[in-house]
């Protein structure tokens, strides 16, 4: 099994920016058989959207509707997965959720590991 724990949501105004966390733990067998981890988001009202995806060797995938905006990142010593997210807008509110998953042929394959969630309200 794989637990994640996110953290780093909020309350922030129009333009701003967050920095979004996902610690990964587990054990090493479970750790070991995850290639790449993945950032969703869930508006009220709307379906769960991937918005990022990295590999364990750092190559990084984005949806249209953030690349240029957000920015995956990861510490493998940490164990952590990172959201840089600027320029932050109103249809950015979302819970945003880590998964841990593959990294295939045909993209990124979501494993049935998930976080609780973290809350980001863009607002003025």
């Known amino acids: 099994q794989v637990q994640l724990v996110e953290s780093g949501g909020g309350l922030v105004q129009p333009g701003g920016s967050l920095k979004l966390s996902c610690v990964a733990s587990g054990s090493s067998i479970s750790l070991q058989a995850v290639d790449a981890m993945g950032w969703y988001r869930q508006a009220p009202g709307k379906q769960r959207e991937l918005v990022a995806t990295?590999?364990?060797?750092?190559?990084?995938n984005y949806s249209p509707s953030v690349k240029g905006q957000f920015t995956i990142s990861r510490d493998n010593a940490k164990n952590t997965v990172y959201l840089q997210m600027n320029s932050l807008q109103p249809e950015d509110t979302a819970v945003y959720y880590c998964n841990a998953g593959h990294d295939t042929v045909v993209g990124y394959y979501a494993m049935d590991y998930w976080g609780k969630g973290t809350l980001v309200t863009v607002s003025s």
């Open positions: 990295i590999t364990n060797s750092g190559s990084t």
